[in-house]
Nanobody, 121 residues
Framework: QVRLVESGGGLVQAGGSLRLSCAASGSIFSINAMDWYRQAPGNQRELVAAITSGGSTNYADSVKGRFTISRDSAKNTVYLEMNSLKPEDTAVYYC???????????????WGQGTQVTVSS
């Protein structure tokens, strides 16, 4: 059993900041990539930021220079620091992780439950 639990969402004014956290727990052998996605009403889920086990990062063009993804491998936790927030950043943010589970072969895809981020103008 593996769980991803997100926290840190909320309501913020445009120009403000929020920090999201996502902690993985359970029968984890190792974690490869950890990513943040978001989905606004009526839109498809989109990749916001990704970080590999080695620390390489990738960002959507819409958030480059404003968002920073990081991870604490010892805590199996990934973070998303969001600055200069805009109303168009409003969405449910989801954490995703590619995890090797103890005693099972292969990589498994896990998702968090999502956390709402609302940016008011």
């Amino acid at each position: 059993q593996v769980r991803l639990v997100e926290s840190g969402g909320g309501l913020v004014q445009a120009g403000g900041s929020l920090r999201l956290s996502c902690a993985a727990s359970g029968s984890i052998f190792s974690i490869n990539a950890m990513d943040w996605y978001r989905q606004a009403p009526g839109n498809q889920r989109e990749l916001v930021a990704a970080i590999t086990s080695g620390g390489s990062t990738n960002y959507a063009d819409s958030v480059k220079g404003r968002f920073t993804i990081s991870r604490d491998s010892a805590k199996n936790t990934v973070y998303l620091e969001m600055n200069s927030l805009k109303p168009e950043d409003t969405a449910v943010y989801y954490c995703n992780a590619k995890i090797r589970v103890v005693l099972l072969p292969g990589l498994y895809d896990y998702w968090g439950q999502g956390t709402q981020v609302t940016v008011s103008s």
